[in-house]
């Protein structure tokens, strides 16, 4: 598999986006035993999703989710 070099920006956004799957991720694994009994639908912070957005944009990424998605599997393999 060819290795990437992410700038920093690109780097900032692939962290922001995989924090905000793993905040979404969180928010509905509700029905497990030991996961937190919340009341009326799982929310993701505004912030979370704020942050992935900004960092998105900031690394020119907004629309271009081909490019974005191949970094984060380079970033990030499904195990």
Avoid: C, I
Wanted: no cysteine; glycine share 6%; proline share 11%.
């Amino acid at each position: 598999m060819p290795t990437a070099v992410l700038t920093d920006r690109e780097r900032t956004a692939v962290q922001a986006y995989l924090r905000l799957l793993h905040t979404v991720r969180a928010a509905f694994d509700t029905g497990r035993p030991g996961a937190p009994d919340t009341a009326g639908p799982p929310l993701v912070p505004p912030s979370v999703l704020a942050e992935a957005e900004a960092a998105l944009a900031r690394a020119g990424l907004t629309g271009n989710e081909e490019k974005f998605f191949r970094l984060v599997r380079t970033w990030h393999p499904e195990p």
